[in-house]
């Protein structure tokens, strides 16, 4: 029996069609002619992680990546137990790590001078203020929780707060931490956490292979809960496709972009 390719073997298994694109299968580019780009990836839901990872590990992409403790798709969180063989090969593969704080709540406002409001969007977790000491603890957790699972992991001193939303004192207490905040480019956006009926892969697609730009911070996510069309069915030809235009994937410095 003719072996399916890993797209149609993911729309299989998430009972999705096989995105339709362009055939964008050459080879990367020994140079970088094109310029350098920083994936990241944050954690999300983590429903398609198994498929992203070969995709990088078969083009030989390098990405940064930030993890939370988060809800995952199998009813645990994206650090726990079950996740500790996923990102132990992750951090063997040579990709770098940072922090997306421990339970991706969300930075709402600042209290003072000195504290930050933080607060969940999951029904019945409520909201906290966090001051200095407690920000820092919110973004070591994950880090922690990773050595765990992969003590060789190599670790920025970046974190990216929920969303790419920061408050004035947010940042300055995370900086106290030793850590500086990394957002993502203008282009960088790459759409997997938009509707899917609005924005289908292949609009995601031509989008990316349009807009990117040398320098730019891509940010995409392991799996994303409220995507139908899931992003992983197209995300192999958004890397073919930038690699045959020329560019080249790199970490983030530890300074950040």
Same mark, same amino acid.
């Given at each position: 029996?003719?072996?399916?390719?890993?797209?149609?073997?993911?729309?299989?298994?998430?009972?999705?069609?096989?995105?339709?694109?362009?055939?964008?299968?050459?080879?990367?580019?020994?140079?970088?002619?094109?310029?350098?780009?920083?994936?990241?990836?944050?954690?999300?839901?983590?429903?398609?992680?198994? *498929?992203? =990872?070969?995709? @990088? %590990?078969?083009?030989?992409?390098?990405?940064?990546? $930030?993890?939370? +403790? /988060?809800? #995952?798709?199998?009813?645990?969180?994206?650090?726990?137990?079950?996740?500790?063989?996923?990102?132990?090969?992750?951090?063997?593969?040579?990709?770098?790590?940072?922090?997306?704080?421990?339970?991706?709540?969300?930075?709402?406002?600042?209290?003072?001078?000195?504290?930050?409001?933080?607060?969940?969007?999951?029904?019945?977790?409520?909201?906290?203020?966090?001051?200095?000491?407690?920000?820092?603890?919110?973004?070591?957790?994950?880090?922690?929780?990773?050595?765990?699972?992969?003590?060789?992991?190599?670790?920025?001193?970046?974190?990216?707060?929920?969303?790419?939303?920061?408050?004035?004192?947010?940042?300055?207490? *995370?900086? =106290?931490?030793? @850590? %500086?905040?990394?957002?993502?480019?203008?282009?960088? $956006?790459?759409? +997997? /956490?938009? #509707?899917?009926?609005?924005?289908?892969?292949?609009?995601?697609?031509?989008?990316?292979?349009?807009?990117?730009?040398?320098?730019?911070?891509?940010?995409?996510?392991?799996?994303?809960?409220?995507?139908?069309?899931?992003?992983?069915?197209?995300?192999?030809?958004?890397?073919?496709?930038?690699?045959?235009?020329?560019?080249?994937?790199?970490?983030?410095?530890?300074?950040?972009?």
């Amino acid at each position: 029996m003719k072996a399916l390719p890993r797209r149609s073997l993911l729309a299989a298994a998430l009972g999705a069609a096989p995105a339709l694109s362009p055939a964008l299968a050459a080879p990367a580019l020994p140079q970088c002619r094109a310029g350098t780009l920083y994936l990241t990836i944050d954690t999300g839901w983590g429903r398609e992680a198994e *498929a992203i =990872a070969a995709v @990088l %590990r078969e083009r030989e992409v390098k990405a940064t990546l $930030f993890v939370a +403790d /988060e809800p #995952d798709f199998r009813g645990g969180t994206t650090l726990g137990p079950g996740w500790a063989t996923f990102w132990r090969d992750r951090a063997a593969e040579g990709h770098a790590f940072a922090s997306h704080t421990a339970r991706h709540w969300y930075f709402t406002g600042d209290v003072g001078a000195d504290r930050v409001r933080y607060a969940s969007r999951r029904r019945g977790e409520g909201s906290e203020v966090l001051d200095g000491p407690a920000l820092c603890a919110e973004l070591s957790r994950p880090i922690g929780l990773l050595k765990q699972a992969a003590p060789e992991a190599q670790v920025l001193p970046l974190w990216r707060a929920p969303g790419g939303r920061t408050t004035p004192n947010a940042l300055r207490l *995370a900086r =106290a931490c030793g @850590l %500086r905040h990394q957002g993502w480019s203008g282009n960088g $956006f790459l759409g +997997d /956490e938009l #509707d899917s009926a609005a924005h289908p892969n292949s609009a995601l697609l031509a989008q990316a292979l349009r807009r990117t730009r040398d320098g730019e911070v891509l940010i995409m996510h392991w799996g994303v809960r409220s995507r139908r069309e899931p992003f992983g069915l197209v995300f192999e030809d958004v890397v073919t496709g930038l690699q045959a235009k020329g560019f080249c994937f790199a970490l983030l410095p530890a300074s950040g972009k």
